[in-house]
C-alpha cells in the first residue's frame, strides 16, 4: 500500500508570492490534516478536511487555506508569503471513521521564503 | 500554551540499555495519546498509541505508560539499538478529533 504522497518535496518562493502544496493520502483514508514544523514553534496544527468539508482549524492567519476533493487529496495554498513561513509542511492522513485511527504523515514539503 | 510538554531536549542512552522518553499534559481532555519517530527532513513515523482508559501498552521492544492522575505518560524502548537515534514526539488528542497536539521533541542519541 502507498503511502501519504506529498508535492513537491522542495520549494524556494520568494516574499509577497502564494504557493500550493499538494497531499495524496493513503488509498481508503477519507481525513487529511496539515502541519507546520519550525525549529521555534515545532509541530503545528493547520487544519483538517474530512469528505471535502474543514472540521478543524488551528491558529493560522487566513493567508493560510486549504481544499480536498472528492477523491480525499488534498491541497494547501499561503498566499503573500512572509519569511516566517519558511518550515517543512506535513500532510497526514487516517482514516477516521469512528474511534481513534493514527495518523500517517508523508515526507513533507520544505518551503522556503527568499 | 504549551499543553503537552516534553521537558527534556535531548537524551543520551547506551545501546542495550533503556531509553525512557517522558511527556507531560495539561488538558485532562485529552483521551488518546501517540508517539512519533522522526529523522531530519522527513515526517513522523508512528510508533505506538494508547487510549486513556489503559495504562501500558506494548508493542515489541516499545512500551507506552499512562498516569492519569499525574498527566504523565513515558515511552520506554528496550534494549536501545544505535537505529533508534531520532527526535521522538509525543502527541494528544481530545474528543475523537483531528487535531494532533505534538510535544516539543526530545531528541535521543543511542551510541554503541
Known amino acids: 500500500k502507498a503511502g501519504v504522497t506529498q508535492t513537491p518535496r522542495y520549494l524556494i518562493k520568494t516574499r509577497g508570492q502564494q504557493v500550493t502544496l499538494s497531499c495524496s493520502p493513503i488509498?481508503?483514508?477519507?481525513?487529511v490534516s496539515w502541519y507546520q514544523q519550525t525549529p521555534g514553534q515545532g509541530l503545528q496544527f493547520l487544519f483538517e478536511?474530512?469528505?471535502?468539508?474543514?472540521?478543524n482549524k488551528g491558529n493560522f492567519p487566513g493567508r493560510f487555506s486549504g481544499r480536498q476533493f472528492s477523491n480525499s487529496r488534498s491541497e494547501m495554498n499561503v498566499s503573500t508569503l512572509e519569511l516566517g513561513d519558511s518550515a517543512l509542511y506535513l500532510c497526514?492522513?487516517?482514516?477516521?471513521?469512528?474511534?481513534?485511527?493514527?495518523?500517517?504523515f508523508g515526507q513533507g514539503t520544505r518551503l522556503t521564503v527568499v | 500554551d504549551q499543553q503537552v510538554k516534553q521537558n527534556s531536549p535531548s537524551l543520551s542512552v547506551q545501546e542495550g540499555r533503556i531509553s525512557i522518553l517522558n511527556c507531560d499534559y495539561t488538558?485532562?481532555?485529552?483521551?488518546?495519546f501517540l508517539w512519533y519517530k522522526k529523522y531530519p527532513a522527513e515526517g513522523p513515523t508512528f510508533l505506538i498509541s494508547?487510549?486513556?482508559?489503559?495504562d501500558k501498552n506494548e508493542d515489541g521492544r516499545f512500551t507506552v505508560f499512562l498516569n492519569k492522575s499525574a498527566k504523565h505518560l513515558s515511552l520506554h524502548i528496550v534494549p536501545s539499538q544505535p537505529g533508534d537515534s531520532a527526535v521522538y514526539f509525543c502527541a494528544a488528542i481530545y474528543n475523537q478529533g483531528g487535531k494532533l497536539i505534538f510535544g516539543q521533541g526530545t531528541e535521543l542519541s543511542v551510541k554503541p
Open positions: 497526514a492522513s487516517s482514516l477516521r471513521t469512528g474511534g481513534y485511527t493514527e495518523a500517517f
Open positions: 488509498s481508503g483514508h477519507r481525513s
Open positions: 488538558n485532562s481532555m485529552f483521551d488518546y
Open positions: 478536511y474530512f469528505s471535502e468539508t474543514q472540521r
Open positions: 494508547i487510549s486513556s482508559i489503559k
